[in-house]
C-alpha cells in the first residue's frame, strides 16, 4: 500500500496574497487603458496612494518586480516601456471565465462535445450491442463474447462465433462552430450604462472555456457597427465602442461568410447587441436611419437571416435592452431564422451564454 506523508498548510505569504490582489486590480485597468501596461500601473499607484492597498511589507515596487518575474510584463529595452505579455492576456480570460461561468451533431470529425447518440467515437459507453459487419474488432467487449459463447455452446463444444460477439458502444463527440458577433455601435455606453464591458468580459470567458473544455470547437469573433469585422481573441479586453450604427446585415453576412468555410455540421450565431439594425453600406456611402424600424434596412436583415436559416445555421440573440422597437424586429427576426432570442440584463447574459452554449452541443444529427 502507498504511504502518503501529510504536513501541516501553511497559506501564502503575505507579498502572494497581495500579489493576487494587485494582479486582479491591473488586469481590470488593462481594459481601459487599451493593454498600455505603463498607464495601468500609473492609475493602479493613484488607487494605492487613496486607498494603501500596499505596505512596508509588499510595495508597489515588488508588485512590478513580480509582474516581470513572473511573465506578465515585459521591459522594452529601448524605449523602457512595459508590454503585456501573453500571460496576461489568458489570465484576463481566466478570470473573466471564472467570474461569469463560475456557478454553475454528430460531426465527420470528432470533437469534444457528447451527444446523445453512439456509433464510432472515441469513448467507451456503457450501453452493448451485437456485432454488425464493420464494427471495430477494438470495441468488442471480450468478456461478454466469451460468456455468450459459453452459454449458446457449452464449455466441452466451446467455441466463439460471429453471434457471440458483443460491442460496447462508443460515445461520438461533436464539434461545434461558433460566431460570437458583438455590437459595437455608440448606443452600448449611452444611458448612463456600460454594456460593451459585459459583453466583451462574457466574449473572453467563452473563448477561454471552448479553448479549455472543447479545444477541437472553433470560436470565430467578429464586431459590428457601421460594418464588420473580425478581432482576434486576444484583442477583446481592449475593444471600445465607436460612433457608429448598428450594420447588423454586415455582421451576418460576415458570420455566415465564416461558418461557410467550416466542415462541422453544428453551425451557430451568438449575437451580442442593444439595438435594432439602423445601418446598410451601399457601394462607398452609408444609408443609415435611427428612428423607427426602417422596412429597407429591416428587410435585408431578415432576407439574411432566412439564408442563414437555408445554410442551417441557428442564431441566438441575447438583448440587452428592451424598447418596443427592439421587441418587434427581435420577435420577427426570431421567427425567420427559427432561431432564440433571450433578454438579459447585463449581470444575467453569462449564464444565458454558457447554458445555450452548452444545449446547442446536441443540436444537429446526421
Known amino acids: ?20 490582489e494587485l494582479l486582479d486590480l491591473f488586469t481590470q485597468l488593462l481594459g481601459y487603458t ?10 493602479l499607484n493613484q488607487i494605492d496612494n487613496e486607498h494603501h492597498l500596499t505596505d512596508n511589507d509588499y510595495g508597489m515596487g515588488d508588485f512590478l518586480q513580480d509582474l516581470k518575474d513572473k511573465g506578465y510584463v515585459k521591459e522594452n529595452d529601448l524605449e523602457g516601456t512595459l508590454k503585456v505579455t501573453a500571460k496576461t492576456e489568458q489570465t484576463i480570460r481566466q478570470k473573466s471565465l471564472e467570474e461569469i461561468f463560475g456557478k454553475l451533431k454528430k460531426t465527420p470529425a470528432s470533437g469534444n462535445h457528447k451527444t ?3 456509433g464510432r467515437g472515441e469513448d467507451i459507453s456503457s450501453d452493448q450491442r451485437k456485432y454488425e459487419f464493420g464494427d471495430s474488432m477494438d470495441a468488442i467487449n471480450y468478456t461478454n463474447s466469451i460468456r455468450n459463447a459459453q452459454v449458446n455452446h457449452g464449455i466441452e463444444d466451446f467455441r466463439l462465433t460471429e453471434e457471440d460477439l458483443e460491442i460496447n458502444e462508443r460515445e461520438l463527440k461533436s464539434q461545434t462552430s461558433t460566431v460570437l458577433m458583438i455590437d459595437i455601435s455608440h448606443s452600448m455606453i449611452l444611458y448612463g450604462e456600460d454594456r460593451i464591458t459585459p459583453a466583451k468580459k462574457v466574449a473572453m470567458a467563452l473563448a477561454e472555456m471552448i479553448r479549455t473544455k472543447y479545444p ?9 457597427g457601421n460594418d464588420a469585422w473580425p478581432i482576434e481573441v486576444k484583442d477583446l479586453p481592449y475593444l471600445e465602442v465607436g460612433p457608429y450604427h448598428t450594420n447588423t446585415y454586415a455582421g451576418l453576412e460576415l458570420a455566415m461568410d465564416i461558418l461557410r468555410r467550416r466542415k462541422s455540421n453544428n453551425r451557430q450565431i451568438f449575437m451580442v447587441t442593444d439595438g435594432k439594425p439602423t445601418c446598410l453600406r451601399e457601394g462607398n456611402r452609408y444609408y443609415k436611419n435611427s428612428w423607427g424600424l426602417d422596412r429597407k434596412i429591416l428587410n435585408k436583415t ?6 442563414c436559416r437555408r445554410m442551417k445555421i441557428g442564431i441566438t440573440t441575447f438583448m440587452i435592452a428592451k424598447d418596443p422597437w427592439l421587441v418587434q424586429f427581435v420577435e420577427e427576426f426570431t421567427k425567420i431564422n427559427h432561431g432564440k432570442a ?25
Open 302 to 307: 431578415l432576407n439574411m437571416a432566412a439564408q
Open 342 to 366: 433571450f433578454y438579459s440584463s447585463l449581470s444575467g447574459l453569462g449564464d444565458y451564454v454558457f447554458e445555450d452554449y452548452e444545449k446547442n452541443r446536441r443540436k444537429s444529427v446526421r
Open 34 to 43: 487599451k493593454g498600455d501596461a505603463g498607464e495601468a500601473l500609473e492609475w
Open 216 to 224: 477541437k470547437d472553433t470560436l470565430d469573433i467578429i464586431v459590428f
Open 116 to 118: 446523445s447518440f453512439t
Open 1 to 20: 500500500m502507498q504511504d502518503f506523508r501529510f504536513t501541516e498548510h501553511i497559506p501564502d505569504d503575505k507579498g502572494n496574497n497581495k500579489f493576487n
